[in-house]
């Protein structure tokens, strides 16, 4: 049996769920003769003593102490502001990091950290789990394939049930930069295009204190790609009916969108439709459980070697890009022009 041993940096909401899927990679791995063996650490000692003891996994005091205690690689789950410094010592370790996006709270920040990486040859995913859902995949699959011919139109939806806590919105860079940069990954890594400009606007009509944080609650953006094909991606955090998070693609030869099943949150208006017939998703975490453990077990197999990185820095920088576009845009009114620079 090989051992893997990940450190897990942060355990709060998100670093409970990668917790919970690290430890529940060994049942798909140790037939595999693999098995994985989890260590953590937070700055909130009692809470991730808790976790690490539920998990049968262990706690250590630091960062550093978890990275001198010998880690095959590193996983963080840490506020944003933190990923530039956490990423390096990882690098630094000579270990596979895994990191939350994005890799920095805004691209200028970024771009220093890319340097960092290439010059000493580390190895970075970040972590865009939309690339492992079901359905993004047969959709970038049956479009490569031609079955939808060329793409028309574009929409990509992002809807939360209820917002997050306005202390996080007041940190996480806007809503374009904390939720529809997914959207924005996943609209180059399905067409293989970049997104070249960005008309934005939003709106507040929920609780003032997040237009007081300087965020908006509801927003759309405009996309055009270099090729010249058109898009929309919307964002809210005030969808009653659910969890919502869906893809609209329709091309020159057929049409498909991504998140529509029985837990769609939306009903239709037309007389003797019944569907969906199932409980909408409430949060993130349920809309996208199998991608995120299928992103882990992904991590575990860069780190043996097995597969090419599924989401680089780079990867991850360009999306951000069109985030810090999109916010631009939202603030002044204009349409943004999108820097694509080479290598990112």
């Not at 840490?78 to 370790?93: Q, R, S, W, Y």
């Amino acid at each position: 049996m090989k051992d893997v041993i990940l450190g897990l940096a942060g355990v709060g909401r998100i670093g409970v769920m990668h917790a919970n899927n690290i430890a529940a990679l060994n049942e798909v791995l140790n037939p595999q003769g693999i098995r994985v063996r989890l260590r953590l650490t937070d700055v909130a000692e009692e809470h991730a003593r808790t976790v690490a003891s539920g998990l049968g996994a262990e706690f250590l005091p630091s960062v550093q102490a978890l990275l001198a205690s010998g880690l095959d690689g590193l996983v963080i789950a840490t506020g944003t502001g933190t990923h530039p410094e956490l990423i390096k010592a990882g690098v630094d370790a000579g270990i596979p990091v895994f990191c939350e996006k994005p890799v920095a709270l805004n691209v200028a920040d970024a771009l220093p950290v890319l340097d960092y990486i290439r010059d000493r040859n580390g190895v970075v995913q970040i972590g865009h789990q939309r690339r492992f859902d079901a359905g993004y995949l047969e959709a970038r699959r049956a479009y490569q394939a031609g079955e939808l011919g060329w793409i028309h139109s574009l929409r990509a939806v992002t809807c939360d049930m209820t917002p997050p806590p306005v202390e996080f919105l007041a940190s996480s860079g806007g809503l374009f930069r904390d939720c529809s940069v997914h959207d924005f990954d996943i609209l180059r890594w399905l067409t293989g295009r970049e997104i070249v400009e960005v008309y934005a606007k939003g709106s507040n009509n929920g609780d003032p204190a997040i237009g007081e944080a300087g965020d908006v609650d509801t927003a759309l953006a405009l996309v055009t790609f270099d090729d010249g094909t058109v898009g929309t991606v919307s964002a809210t955090r005030y969808n009653g009916a659910g969890h919502d998070v869906r893809l609209e693609i329709q091309g020159s030869r057929g049409s498909l969108m991504v998140g529509l099943d029985d837990k769609t949150a939306m009903a239709s208006a037309e007389a003797g439709i019944a569907f969906p017939a199932g409980k909408p998703h409430l949060t993130f975490a349920e809309r996208f459980e199998t991608a995120y453990r299928s992103e882990m077990e992904a991590f575990v197999e860069l780190i043996l070697g097995r597969r090419e990185n599924p989401c680089t820095p780079e990867d991850a920088v360009a999306a951000s890009r069109v985030a810090d576009a999109a916010q631009e845009s939202l603030a002044t009114g204009a349409p943004v022009k999108v820097t694509v620079s080479v290598g990112s």
